[in-house]
């Protein structure tokens, strides 16, 4: 049985240069209450919520590979919660909701996020154990309940 074992940094640790371009100066998280889902994307998952018209604030690791830089590569990384301007791939993904929430709620869940562990790369582990990882800190720190907890588990499980 395989063991998945934390990168430091969250997958950050020697890779030089910034992670990809947040455009929440473009478009800021408003302070009100919003929608947040759960996307699976081409298998790649990811928390957001629209922040503005074709406006996304994503939470989510990315695949990262730069022969550059140190091993492991590729390996996932996380950079923090990011805007993106988002395509027609972004509005018709398939969204699961998780709830409405504020904006107090939504800086709690980046918080947290920084302090789920990135793995490092074995074939196996991937963004949406991440994501599922983050779910569960998310209903330790009472961010969503129970009852949200295993809804969206089993909505994703019947879409895999």
Known sequence: MLVAVPIAEQ?????????????ARLAPDPDTILKLAESP?????????RVGAGAWRHVHIDRHNDPS??????????????T??????????????????????????ENIAWTVPVMQPDGIWNCQNWINALL???LEGRVINQRTWEG???????GE
């Open 11 to 23: 997958g950050r640790v020697g890779l030089n240069g910034l992670g990809p371009i947040d455009n």
């Open 84 to 109: 993106k301007i988002g395509g027609s791939a972004t509005s018709q993904a398939q969204k699961i909701l998780v709830g409405s929430m504020d904006l107090r709620a939504r800086r709690a869940i």
């Open 152 to 158: 969206v588990l089993n909505e994703v499980s019947r």
């Open 136 to 138: 569960l800190k998310l």
């Open 41 to 49: 994307r081409d298998l790649h998952w990811s928390l957001s919520w």
């Open 69 to 82: 830089a140190p091993r492991p590569q590729p390996r996932y990384v996380y950079w923090g919660a990011q």
